[in-house]
């Protein structure tokens, strides 16, 4: 059981880094035309519905956001969030068990 929750959760993840990914590239293509731009807030959406490796992989990749520090440290506050709560589950599942 615990394997389907792992593999769930991982293709839940890469689903969603891709989708962001895509979105922050597609964000970047509009800034250079100077079009109208996704708000950053629907890229934080993103990132915390488990998107933040993407988000980070668009940052370095793409180079968009990369300049903003603020935005970075929230990017990076989710994937920290998303860590923790990680290690919070496992702890919870070993003590539990």
Known sequence: MGWIIVL???LLYGVMSLIT???FAFDKL???VDAR???EKTLHVL????GFPGAL???VVVRH?????GFVAITVLIGLGHALAWVFLVVAW???K
């Not at 990132?47 to 488990?50: F, L, N, Q, V």
């Not at 956001?65 to 520090?69: D, L, Q, T």
């Open 8 to 10: 769930a959760a991982a």
């Open 94 to 96: 070993w003590i539990l």
């Open 37 to 39: 731009r996704t708000p």
């Open 57 to 59: 992989a668009a940052m």
């Open 65 to 69: 956001k990369n300049r903003k520090p």
């Open 21 to 23: 990914f895509g979105v």
């Open 47 to 50: 990132s915390a519905c488990g």
């Open 30 to 32: 509009r800034a250079k």
